[in-house]
């Protein structure tokens, strides 16, 4: 499967962007996803995980309660809907997705990577 990112931009504090990460190929429902960040200098992290159907999520404690995931499978896309930014979520966000597992929290766990989006948060 291959994926593209896209939804990034410029945003003052306290706003909102969502990013959309599309899969090409049939059997996306088939692959479990999650959304990681690489801030400037620091090493890429893990923000969100869903399962293949949607139905369960999870999400870094850094985030909860201002970023949610979600996906739509009949238009092979996973989102992240991020609100409340802060300045510390500057980072380029990468969408991840594999066939195995479940709301899995680490990167060597995802074969499917996409190209990233930058995300930057103004004060």
């Known amino acids: 499967v291959q994926l593209q990112a896209c939804g990034g931009g410029l945003v003052q504090a306290g706003g909102s962007l969502r990013l959309s990460c599309a899969a090409s190929?049939?059997?996306?429902?088939?692959?479990?996803s999650g959304w990681f960040r690489q801030a400037p200098g620091r090493e890429r992290e893990f923000v969100a995980a869903?399962?293949?159907?949607?139905?369960?999520?999870k999400t870094a404690d850094s985030v909860k309660g201002r970023f949610t995931i979600s996906r739509d499978n009949a238009k092979n896309t996973v989102y992240l809907q991020m609100n409340s930014l802060k300045p510390e979520d500057t980072a380029v966000y990468y969408c991840?997705?594999?066939?195995?597992?479940?709301?899995?929290?680490?990167?060597?766990?995802?074969?499917?990577w996409g190209q990233g989006t930058l995300v930057t948060v103004s004060s």
């Open positions: 991840a997705a594999d066939r195995d597992g479940s709301r899995q929290r680490r990167e060597d766990e995802y074969e499917y």
């Open positions: 190929g049939r059997t996306f429902s088939s692959y479990v």
């Open positions: 869903i399962t293949r159907s949607g139905s369960l999520t």
